[in-house]
């Protein structure tokens, strides 16, 4: 299907990754994939490089390479497809960020911002957020002296120092470190503290022109989704900037819990999202079939 004769109503994705990271598959088998879904527009976002070794962060040496392929495939599909540029950036204060010069130096469309290290432990190894349930434990325990609300205001206080300092076209899965509460219970969600947290850190984000991608990634297999649906209505009353991502790292999952999603959108009075369009973010209408284009 050629995007001259694409059908008004579309999905995009401005979240998703490759084998140049953890993610699945090279990104011309997500183009491909996204074509058979019937996208008008699909970002490839491999985790960017850090100045340190992680399981899922895309080697340095390789930036090249990925710039060169996507703005391959950017003319290769151009009648089918829009393919964007785009990288999930670590924020990590004066190491790594949405303007650190090799971000801003690789020419992208637009930057996913996201945290996913608070601080690090004694012998300096970075502390994430998003390890398994016991790595989680043994930060809050000697990062924070086992105090979680700490160590959450942190990892909200260093979002909100992002949107201050580098501010990124997308807010990336804000609410994430709730995600160990699946497996046991860390803090009261509905607490105000935390909803406090939430809600100053969205509010920043529409300050500062920040879109804030709703992340559907756990949606299909846990039924959740960040930000937490409990804010839905509260984005909605606040107008808040907003995208649906399905943060995808196998080709399968591209449009993951769009479907269902976009039914509790409508429902929560979000009646728009945010889409790239002619080199730009801007608010659209949508259905449960896509974006109306």
Same mark, same amino acid.
């Given at each position: ?12 994705? #401005?979240? +998703?990754?490759?084998? &140049? ?13 996204? *074509? ?10 491999? %985790?960017?490089? =850090? ?5 899922? !962060? ?7 390479? #990925?710039? @060169? ?30 303007? %650190?010069?090799?971000?801003?130096? $690789?020419? /992208?469309? #637009? ?34 002296? +086992?105090? *979680? @609300?700490?160590?959450?205001?942190? #990892?909200?206080?260093? @979002? ?9 076209? *997308? ?5 994430? *470190?709730?995600? %160990?509460?699946?497996?046991?219970? &860390? ?7 935390? =909803?406090?947290? =939430? ?5 920043? $984000?529409?300050?500062?022109?920040? =879109? ?16 937490? @649906? ?24 591209? /449009?993951? +819990? ?14 728009? /999202? ?14 449960? !079939? +896509?974006?109306?284009?």
């Amino acid at each position: 299907m050629s995007r001259q004769n694409s059908q008004p109503t579309a999905w995009a994705n #401005y979240h +998703g990754h490759s084998h &140049f990271c953890d993610g699945q598959g090279s990104p011309e088998t997500y183009v491909k994939k996204a *074509i058979e879904l019937g996208m008008k527009s699909l970002g490839i976002s491999s %985790h960017a490089p =850090v100045p340190f070794a992680t399981d899922w !962060n895309m080697e340095a040496a390789r930036l090249p390479e #990925y710039i @060169q392929i996507l703005s391959l495939l950017k003319q290769k599909y151009a009648s089918q497809i829009e393919v964007l540029s785009s990288m999930e950036v670590d924020y990590i204060p004066n190491m790594a960020g949405p303007s %650190h010069h090799r971000i801003v130096s $690789a020419g /992208l469309d #637009y930057v996913v911002g996201s945290v996913h290290f608070v601080e690090a432990f004694a012998d300096g190894t970075p502390f994430s957020i998003d390890d398994s349930t016991e790595d989680f434990c043994r930060g809050i325990d000697e990062i924070f002296g +086992g105090d *979680i @609300q700490k160590a959450v205001e942190r #990892y909200f206080e260093l @979002q909100r120092k992002m949107l201050e300092d580098e501010s990124p076209q *997308i807010l990336g899965h804000m609410d994430k *470190i709730r995600l %160990h509460n699946r497996n046991r219970f &860390f803090f009261d969600e509905k607490a105000p503290w935390y =909803v406090q947290q =939430v809600h100053d850190t969205m509010n920043l $984000a529409k300050e500062k022109g920040t =879109v804030v991608e709703i992340n559907t990634k756990y949606y299909d297999r846990a039924g959740i989704s960040f930000p937490s @649906q409990d804010h839905y209505g509260w984005m909605a009353r606040n107008n808040i900037p907003v995208t649906l991502s399905s943060d995808a790292h196998h080709p399968a999952r591209l /449009l993951s +819990g769009f479907t269902e999603m976009s039914g509790l959108l409508k429902r929560s009075r979000i009646k728009k /999202l945010w889409q790239f369009d002619n080199g730009k973010f801007s608010a659209r209408k949508f259905d449960e !079939n +896509g974006i109306i284009w």
